[in-house]
């Protein structure tokens, strides 16, 4: 029974050892570790992206504005046509024989004025012998008269039948290629309502634009003759260059989704871009060159440990002190109450470094970012500084978070941007 005791006691003892040597070693790896970050100089470019398709420049749809029957078809897809060229001919039957038919309303009406202009003039005759009245005479004028109208009337449907004749021969609008064929030969279009479509020409192929949709949260930062780069599937590995030409005022609303259509013109003389390719946009809306830039993660990170934070702040109280007049009296110790009552412009923040083995804050202008790089300005950080951008085996006290006096998630991604 001792003995049972004795080693339940051990057993505990080496659980107790056990959990106490498992915390010391968990304490002792949490030690915080910073992850540094050098303060680099190079370019920062702004982009918004968006998706668009690529159309011709100039595109026309070839109609008839007759109903007929296909006769013949002169061009094809992918068929090079000048402008004037033959393209398509309806069977000209019945448009013929409608031009006959007014031919001969015309001779009938040609016929009728002249048998009222010879009655006109016999009874202008017997009036000037007093041998008529004057409403005779009235009677014959009026008879010519109408006659004469009538003869008009069938001058102007003869000239709508040759017309109608006419259009029985499509021709090409303009110089280009036909990139859609609607007909074959034998089809019967009808033009009651509006003109069918038989072919559609592209005018010029080695010119061709971009319609890119883009949100309407970016394009206040769209402006005309921006660069542009965009890829297709259809070449993955090659990047095509355009330049914004025109942004459409008109909204497209699909789903409560506001958006707005951007052209871009695109040089393609090598005609590997074809119409219909969807297009992977990228619009470059700013660009610095040869900066000061820190990556995004500096501007996330801020220490929690209010104790090791105050310790610093005493230890570089001094420092602080003559930063103050380099960073326009802006204080880098205290509260977030205090960096933000002195910090009228929403661009400035704090990028922490280590001095001492204590994180030190240096207060700095943001200017344009994108996903990887900040521009800083009006900062006491040189080229090559350190900077800290995380932290390695955080303890429960210590944890890298947003800052909110860092970076306000509403402000805009570059001055005078969204």
């Known amino acids: 029974m001792k003995k049972s005791k004795l080693y339940w006691l051990i057993g505990l003892l080496i659980v107790i050892l056990g959990v106490a040597g498992y915390f010391l070693m968990g304490s002792s790896n949490s030690e915080i570790q910073y992850r540094l970050g050098k303060i680099e100089r190079g370019d920062i470019i702004v982009n918004i992206s968006a998706t668009g398709t690529l159309q011709a ?96 009337q069938a001058e102007a449907s003869l000239q709508r039948a040759e017309v109608n004749l006419r259009y029985a021969t499509i021709r090409a609008p303009i110089s280009g290629v036909v990139i859609s064929r609607n007909v074959d030969v034998g089809q019967t279009v009808a033009a009651s309502l509006q003109a069918p479509t038989i072919f559609t020409i592209a005018n010029d192929l080695k010119k061709m634009k971009v319609e890119a949709s883009v949100d309407e949260a970016d394009i206040g930062n769209v402006k005309v003759a921006q660069a542009v780069s965009f890829r297709v599937d259809a070449y993955p590995e090659e990047q095509f260059a355009g330049q914004v030409s025109q942004i459409r005022l008109s909204p497209v609303i699909s789903q409560n989704v506001v958006t707005y259509t951007v052209i ?151 001055p005078g941007g969204r």
């Open 264 to 414: 871009i013109d695109v040089e393609n003389p090598e005609e590997k871009l074809m119409p219909g390719m969807t297009a992977t946009v990228s619009i470059e809306v700013a660009r610095r060159e040869n900066v000061l830039r820190v990556a995004i993660a500096a501007l996330r990170y801020t220490p929690t440990d209010t104790d090791q934070e105050k310790s610093a702040n005493r230890a570089d109280s001094t420092a602080v002190q003559k930063n103050n007049a380099s960073t326009g009296g802006l204080p880098q110790q205290g509260t977030e109450r205090q960096f933000k009552e002195f910090s009228p412009n929403t661009n400035r923040i704090r990028l922490w470094t280590l001095e001492n083995g204590m994180t030190r804050p240096l207060s700095a202008v943001k200017g344009i970012q994108n996903s990887k790089y900040a521009e800083i300005m009006e900062t006491e950080l040189k080229e090559g500084d350190e900077i800290i951008i995380g932290t390695v085996g955080v303890q429960a006290t210590q944890t890298t978070r947003t800052g909110q006096n860092q970076t306000n998630p509403f402000a805009p991604r570059f």
């Open 57 to 152: 420049l100039t595109t026309v749809q070839v109609g008839s504005q007759v109903s007929g029957t296909i006769a013949k078809l002169y061009a094809d897809f992918n068929s090079v046509v000048e402008e004037g060229q033959l393209l398509a001919q309806l069977d000209p039957t019945f448009l013929q024989a409608s031009v006959n038919e007014q031919r001969a309303n015309l001779d009938r009406a040609t016929a009728a004025v002249n048998e009222t202009k010879r009655n006109l003039d016999r009874v202008n005759q017997l009036f000037a012998k007093s041998l008529v009245s004057q409403a005779d005479l009235d009677a014959a004028l009026t008879s010519h008269e109408s006659a004469v109208a009538s003869l008009k």
